[in-house]
């Protein structure tokens, strides 16, 4: 496991601790998911569904994926034909659980990095696919996130991605405004929000679905005029 260097002034608030193991046994598979698909206002089963399609469209090449967590979908077989994948998060507990799972799975090639998502240790236009599921929502500064990834992104390059947003039903409005008040979300989490710091860095939304409070969405890199 790679070790980018520290950040002293990291606004994100990374899953540690006796809650990231918790968070981490629960996104590994679907029927546990459901435990809070109320909360969420979320059909799981569509949304394995959609992301699972999602993951087998992506073409081949440099996959970076941010955040990761431990990689709940690692036994889709986009993570064992495509790649290799750079996996980044701020969370050292869910980093050392994905790393467990990548030696099981004999996936050699693949890399998983600390480093905040503002500043990837990536160099400029080496990443054919960035794909992030579940996190852009604890994302605090989202221009600069979003920044980020369009330099890291090949001309052809494009994004899928997955997030919360505050534009659910009452009860989820309610867990987000819960996780927003110690700072594990951020504030700026409707999908306006999500589209309009995306558009601001050179993205264009190519196709977008939501279910429940879940934003699906993929975008590519926005073509200059001339």
């Known amino acids: 496991m790679a070790d980018a260097r520290h950040l002293s002034d990291v606004g994100d608030k990374p899953y540690e601790g006796w809650w990231a193991r918790f968070y ?3 996104m590994r598979h679907p029927a546990r998911q459901r435990m809070d698909a109320g909360l969420l206002g979320l059909d799981v ?3 394995y569904t959609e992301v699972n399609s999602r993951l087998g469209a992506l073409p081949s090449g440099p996959t970076l994926e941010v955040p990761c967590g431990n990689a709940p979908f690692l036994d889709h077989p986009a993570y064992h034909e495509n790649g290799p994948w750079i996996f980044v998060d701020l969370s050292w507990t869910l980093l050392r659980q994905l790393t467990d799972r990548l030696a ?3 996936l050699e090639r693949h890399l998983a990095v600390h480093a ?3 500043s990837l240790p990536v160099l400029d236009g080496r990443m054919r696919n960035v794909v992030s599921l579940f ?16 330099r890291c992104l090949g001309a052809e390059g494009s994004v899928m991605a997955s997030t ?18 110690d700072g594990t979300f951020a504030p700026d989490n409707s999908v306006a929000d999500v589209r ?3 558009g601001e860095q050179g993205f264009t939304i190519e196709d977008e679905l939501r279910l429940g ?3 699906l969405f993929g975008a590519g890199v926005a073509r200059e005029a001339g």
């Open 104 to 106: 099981e799975r004999g």
């Open 116 to 118: 905040d998502a503002r």
């Open 135 to 150: 996190g852009l929502h604890c994302f605090h500064d989202k221009p600069a996130v979003f920044a980020e990834l369009r």
């Open 196 to 198: 309009t710091a995306a």
């Open 45 to 47: 089963p569509r949304y």
């Open 213 to 215: 409070s879940a934003y």
């Open 24 to 26: 981490g046994w629960l």
């Open 164 to 181: 919360l947003t505050t534009d659910g039903h009452a009860v989820s409005r309610f867990y987000h405004r819960f996780n927003q008040s």
